[in-house]
């Protein structure tokens, strides 16, 4: 950076004329070199002694992401920035309103700032796409990388931001089903993405089967690498295909839970997730957008409808929200425990 050199004695007077002349960066401590003091500085004025120098800043860490952007946002902007971002590994995720779009390189400097785990700070540029559920994503501080590790509860899954879908906010909703599987279960984790549900359960109970089933070739090719960072292989067979085609044909009726964690898929699936059912009793996990001001009455009923149509016994277990989706809607979860009519 460039400085000014003054001998101490003018010091003040000079400080005072760059202040006025507004080159001097008040952002950063002024150097004392023995007599001499070094004023940091945009521009160097030519009658006075310009030199080169490293300047310690003034600026204090801030304690936290609000305490950051309240530098150069207003609170309600603040408020807006702070609930919209995920950290994923070394990864941040930030929704960045649309009226602050171009203070985006700011507020990502301000989260690397305050977190020292993110390296990246990447910016939502689109919904979530097409059948592979996949968020376009801009890198817009940090460094230009995206693949990632994300831990959770001991399960290492990587993955490459934008290239897949994973979100931690279903973290509690894999640790609910986690809970409630039982030694020697066989499951049809269905829409599986890098692995989270099948990997999260089988971090807490070993002793089951899975067949996870995905149509993203990325996405596979991290479900596998995360099955063998978790020692998985045995446990869980990846297989990479519809599950349309791979639940009936290659494992019919076999397995006692099923997950189809998809709140925009699943209910086009409820006869794959039948085929792959046990008939004699199986635990089905499904998921749907309702309305937030009652999200269960009508999905619930549908759901219901739909398994006795088909010949099944059905009642539900539990039914929670998951997340708030959309500012009018809701993801829900219900657990339904289903079994062939003789
Ligand atoms: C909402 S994501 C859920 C991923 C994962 N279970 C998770 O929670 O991170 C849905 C996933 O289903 C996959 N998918 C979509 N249609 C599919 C199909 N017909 N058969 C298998 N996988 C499918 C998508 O590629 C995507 O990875």
Request: charge should be neutral; glycine fraction near 6%.
């Amino acid at each position: 950076m460039r400085g000014v050199r003054v001998p101490k004695r003018e010091a003040e007077r000079v400080r005072r004329r760059l202040l006025e002349e507004g080159v001097l960066l008040k952002d950063y401590q002024p150097l004392r070199e023995g007599d001499y003091v070094v004023f940091p500085v945009s521009e160097c004025p030519d009658d006075l002694e310009c030199v080169d120098r490293e300047f310690l800043s003034r600026r204090k860490k801030p304690r936290s992401l609000e305490d950051a952007l309240r530098e150069f946002l207003p609170e309600d902007a603040v408020q807006r920035v702070t609930k919209s971002f995920d950290i994923i590994g070394h990864v941040a995720v930030i929704r960045i309103p649309e009226d602050l779009w171009d203070l985006r390189k700011k507020i990502g400097e301000a989260i690397l700032r305050v977190h020292p785990n993110v390296r990246t700070v990447a910016a939502e540029v689109g919904p979530h796409q097409g059948v592979f559920r996949v968020q376009p994503v801009e890198v817009i501080a940090g460094e230009p990388n995206l693949v990632t590790e994300y831990r959770e509860f001991g399960v290492r899954l990587r993955l490459e931001v934008g290239k897949v879908y994973f979100s931690p906010r279903l973290s509690y909703e894999r640790y609910r089903i986690a809970q409630q599987v039982r030694p020697g279960e066989f499951i049809a984790a269905l829409f599986a993405g890098v692995g989270p549900f099948p990997l999260v359960i089988h971090r807490f109970q070993p002793n089951i089967r899975a067949y996870a089933v995905e149509l993203n070739p990325d996405a596979y090719r991290y479900l596998v690498e995360n099955i063998r960072l978790n020692h998985a292989e045995g446990k869980i067979e990846p297989i990479l295909g519809d599950v349309r085609d791979v639940a009936p044909e290659r494992y019919p009726h076999m397995a006692d839970r099923v997950l189809m964690p998809s709140p925009i898929l699943a209910e086009d699936f409820l006869d794959v997730a039948l085929a792959a059912a046990k008939p004699s009793g199986a635990v089905i996990h499904t998921y749907a957008l309702g309305p937030n001001d009652d999200p269960f009455t009508e999905k619930e009923y549908e759901l219901l409808r739909y398994f006795r149509d088909q010949g099944w016994d059905a009642k539900i277990l539990n039914r929670r929200v998951v997340r708030s989706y959309s500012p009018r809607l809701d993801q829900v979860s219900f657990d339904v425990f289903v079994k062939k009519r003789v």
